[in-house]
């Protein structure tokens, strides 16, 4: 009975439509600031519930307009120091940006995680 509950219970989670994990803090700055058309760093710090940093997670991100007809533009991240990830990405519009972070933590869960990014203006 208990093994047959686990599944019931996995499968829910993956059914469901938002992955996120609300306990993981990931801040998002960017460079330049404000960030610009063209070619920007994104800089993420990844923290646990208890604010500690979380090393050796894989990190990419994916660049969404709000508006239909435009491609995603991709990034991978990599770290710098423990927690704080960078990744390129490449702005080829001006307007409102979101940043979907998609995460495989060191523990092997995931997590995908929606950022606003306004204001993207025309250097
Ligand atoms: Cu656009």
Redesign the pocket.
């Known amino acids: 009975v208990f093994v047959f509950l686990l599944v019931i219970t996995l499968t829910g989670c993956q059914r469901g439509s938002s992955k996120d994990i609300p306990d993981i803090g990931i801040d998002l700055a960017v460079s330049p600031n404000p960030p610009q058309v063209g070619p920007v760093l994104l800089i993420l710090t990844v923290s646990d519930a208890n604010g500690q940093p979380i090393s050796g997670a894989q990190i990419e991100v994916e660049g969404n307009?709000s508006?239909a007809g435009?491609a995603p533009v991709l990034g991978r991240a990599v770290e710098t120091t423990p927690g704080h990830y960078e990744a390129p990405l490449e702005f080829?519009?001006s307007?409102d940006w979101s940043i979907l972070v998609k995460a495989t933590l060191p523990d092997g869960r995931t997590l995908e995680r929606p950022l606003n990014l306004p204001s993207v203006t025309t250097p």
Do not use: F, K, L, S
Request: proline share 0%; aromatic share 0%; hydrophobic share 50%.
């Open positions: 307009m508006h435009m080829t519009m307007g």
